[in-house]
Structures are given as C-alpha cells and as structure tokens.
C-alpha cells in the first residue's frame, strides 16, 4: 500500500493531474468503462442482494453519471481562478483566490449503494485534480470485485485505482498519509477514520448517518405523503442512510395515516421475486433488524425470511422515544410511527437528539415547513418529499454533527478535494510607507483611517 500511495505522490507532483483536460478524459473515459459495462454491473449488484436492473441504473449508474456530466461541463468554470476586490491597505494590488487540488486522496465506500458511494466522491477527485485510491465496501463481494477490475484494468494505478479489502485492509491504508480522506459509513467507523486521519493532519469528509425524523402534520395531503414517505422508506429496503428512520405523525390523523400506509405497501408489491424490492445485505444485519421487531408493536409486516434474507416493509405503531428501536439507527425495512399532539414538543424532542443526516416535512402550512427545516439542524432534507434532495446536484450533499461533515455532488465534490489558495500580487511602484517604523502618532492616525476603508 505504501508503494501504491508513493508512487501516487510522485505521479501528482509531476502535474499531470493539474491538466483539465487531463481530467476530462479520465471522467470520459470512466463514463464509457461503466456504460459498456453496464449489464455486468447490474449481474454483480444484483447477486450481492438482489438489487433490480431497474434500481441499480435509477439509485446508482445515471447518479454516476449525473455527476461525470456536470463535472464535465463545469470543470473550466470551478478551476478558474476568481479575481477578489483589494482592501486600500493594499492599494495598488490585486488579490485572486486558486482552487488546487489537494493531492493524494482516499475513498472508503459504505456498502448499501455500492458503486456510488466509491465513485461519486473518486469523480469530485478526480474533477478537482487529485489521484484516487478506492476502498470500496467489502460486504458486497461482486461489486466490489468488479469495480477493481474494471479500474485497475483501465487507469493508471498511479493516477487512479481500486483496493479492496475490510477492516485489516483500510486500517493499513489508514496508517499511510493522505491528502485527503473521504469517508461514507457509520458514525462509529467514521471516529476512527478520523482519529487516524489527525495523525497526519489529513483533512477528512465523513459521510456518516443517524435517525433521520419525518413529520407528518395534520393538514398535509395525505395521499401523497404516504405514497412518497413509503416509496423513500422501502426503497434498497430501507438500507438508505437518508431514509425516514421513524414517522412523527400528528395523532388527529395516526389512524388514517397507518390504514393508508398499509394499503401503500401492498400496492408496491414488496418482494424479490419481481424484482420489486432488494435482500438485506447480510445475516448479520438481518439478525440485527430482527432483534428491533418488538412483536408487541408490529402494526402490519414484520415477516423475516431467512432462506431469501428478506424482511417484509413493517410498520411499527405505539411507539415511544424510549422504545429500543429508537436507541439507533434502522438502516432496513423497519417503520416506527410516534404520534404527537403537540407539534413543537415534538421538534424539541428530535432537537434533544444527535443531528441526523436528513429531516422531511409534510404539511401544506408554511409556517410548520419554516419551523421544522429552520429549528432542527440536519444535513439536508425535503418538503413534501423524502430521499428525492440527493438527485439535485446543485444541493450539496453531507451531514452535520454526529451525522458527519463536509459536503460533495456537483461543484460542492470539487470544492471538497481542492484547496482554496488566496493570493495577492502587488506592483512595486508605489509603496503607502505607513507599516514601517519610526512609528508615530500621525502613521497610527493613517492605520486607524486606513483599515475601516
Ligand atoms: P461501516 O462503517 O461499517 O463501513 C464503511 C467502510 O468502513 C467499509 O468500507 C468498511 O470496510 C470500513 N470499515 C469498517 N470497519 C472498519 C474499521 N474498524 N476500521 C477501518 N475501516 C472500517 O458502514 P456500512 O455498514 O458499510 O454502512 C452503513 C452506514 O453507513 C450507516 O450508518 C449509514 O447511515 C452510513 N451511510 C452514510 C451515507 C452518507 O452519505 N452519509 C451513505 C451510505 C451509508
């Protein structure tokens, strides 16, 4: 691992990777590696956990490719220098700020979206101008196989490659120096990441998750909400890091709400035979999801089948703050729905809690949308919808708090790999002689009058 990272510093430092265009043909030619590949991405996804050809194109490739796009039209844009005003102290320079990439980076992958978790942040890498070492997640074997040969059969290793491996694999890579560490996972994982990232004062984005609240207000269009929050919830089988981990409905309408989440599920026809709905990824969380169920609270679902490791959509009702299932996060197909009468007790009470990666609001008053999106700090979230924010590349992507930090997709990727150097270039035929001593009370006079300018 030491010689790939060194051979990478010494490919950055010869400057290659400073050339957009440069740049642009290494996201080309990665777009072109994962359109021709395409049927054999959607084999491998599909034999991890039964992901659709349908959902691995809608949840993975084309926001690959989203991104590749957009970095390719903007790239000339983001890599300008931009020219800043000048304060008088400074009077005749001219001051510009230069993004520049950071360096060496490192991609750690989360498992639930295998191909995008790696490859939009290696794209805003790449973008950006840094070489890129990939660690995707090792739980999804096929994806994680394909993508290390897909890449390190068609980039330079120096510039771009895929290690794999688990915990004994990153926590060796982890030792090395990077410029930059960009991390998707769990918030614990994401502690380590990060200690190990201060070693060497490597700056770090961790992509991390949390219990990501809904609410569901009285005067909302019903029907609607349902049929989005059902579809963001079950959607990959609630593996989802900005999925609704639980509902807060407005008790008025609890009833109502349950009977046409039911009739929802149904409709969708959850299940892997037709392609509708995915596996969970492996025993170990099925068995982890299991041990949530209380089977007391289980509304409708909850049917575990440990032949096809599925777990039918579960809606869970009379559910409290102090349940079990409220302790962590779900990341599976598991539903747990608090009513609430008062509506500001209710954001005070997700207020208590770590920051989630996401937050989502269904109401048609404005007043309710305003206060819930402005009095919780999340990472980022939708009104009248879930999950939809991350298609929007102009929405910076990330968490806050315990639910991680920094931000990527479109030019909010580019920014996170570079740094922003702020220059300022003077001429020298005319100097304001006031900094230089003697010092008097006139040149202080002139500092005081010259700084407020
Ligand atoms: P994880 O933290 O277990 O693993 C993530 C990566 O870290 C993997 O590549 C894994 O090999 C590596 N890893 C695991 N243990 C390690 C250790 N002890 N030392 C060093 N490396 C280690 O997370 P996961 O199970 O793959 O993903 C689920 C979590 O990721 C959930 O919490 C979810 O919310 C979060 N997630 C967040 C986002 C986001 O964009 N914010 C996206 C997807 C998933």
Redesign the pocket.
């Known amino acids: 691992m030491k010689k790939i990272i060194e051979a990478q510093r010494d490919f950055f430092k010869s400057g290659t990777t400073r050339n957009i265009s440069f740049r642009k043909k290494q996201l080309k030619k990665l777009r072109n590696l994962l359109k021709d590949n395409e049927d054999r991405l959607c084999e491998a996804i599909h034999a991890d956990f039964s992901k659709s050809e349908f959902a691995t194109v809608a949840t993975e490739l084309e926001i690959i490719n989203k991104d590749i796009r957009i970095a390719l039209a903007s790239m000339n844009d983001w890599s300008k220098r931009q020219r800043v005003s000048t304060n008088l102290l400074n009077f005749p320079a001219k001051s510009y700020i230069v993004p520049e990439p950071l360096g060496v980076s490192l991609v750690?992958?989360?498992?639930?979206?295998p191909y995008q978790?790696s490859l939009a942040p290696a794209i805003a890498a790449i973008a950006a101008g840094c070489t890129v070492i990939v660690?995707?997640?090792?739980?999804p074997g096929r994806t994680s196989a394909l993508m290390a040969e897909l890449i390190n059969n068609n980039f330079n290793p120096e510039f771009f490659t895929v290690v794999e491996g688990?915990?004994p694999e990153?926590?060796e890579l982890?030792q090395q120096k990077f410029d930059k560490i960009f991390f998707?996972?769990?918030?614990g994982?994401g502690k380590?990441v990060y200690k190990a990232a201060a070693e060497h004062l490597t700056p770090v984005t961790l992509?991390?998750?949390g219990k990501s609240p809904a609410f569901v207000t009285g005067d909302c269009n019903l029907k609607m909400t349902v049929k989005r929050l059902i579809w963001g919830k079950f959607l990959n089988a609630g593996q989802t890091?900005i999925a609704p981990d639980y509902i807060l409905v407005d008790e008025k309408i609890e009833d109502r709400f349950l009977e046409l989440c039911v009739k929802e599920i149904e409709k969708r026809k959850y299940e892997i035979d037709n392609n509708n709905y995915v596996q969970i990824i492996n025993d170990a969380n099925l068995e982890r999801l299991s041990s949530m169920i209380d089977p007391e609270k289980v509304f409708f679902g909850g049917k575990i089948d440990r032949v096809k490791r599925t777990i039918s959509p579960t809606l869970l009702s009379n559910v409290s703050f102090e349940d079990t299932i409220m302790e962590d996060?779900i990341?599976g197909p598991l539903l747990p729905v608090i009513s609430y009468t008062d509506l500001d007790k209710a954001i005070e009470q997700v207020k208590s809690l770590h920051r989630p990666?996401s937050c989502y609001v269904f109401s048609s008053n404005n007043k309710v949308k305003r206060d819930v999106m402005e009095q919780i700090s999340f990472g980022g979230g939708a009104i009248n919808e879930a999950v939809m924010q991350i298609t929007n590349p102009n929405l910076p992507f990330g968490?806050v708090g315990s639910s991680?930090m920094g931000k990527y997709h479109g030019e909010a990727g580019f920014r996170t790999f570079s740094h922003y150097k702020g220059i300022l270039s003077k001429p020298t035929w005319f100097e304001l002689n006031i900094k230089y001593a003697p010092l008097s009370n006139s040149k202080l006079w002139w500092i005081r009058k010259v700084f407020k300018l």
């Open positions: 750690i992958g989360a498992w639930n979206y978790l660690k995707p997640s090792e739980i688990g915990v990153t926590t982890l998707t996972g769990s918030t994982v380590i992509e991390l998750g890091c996060e990341f990666l968490g991680g």
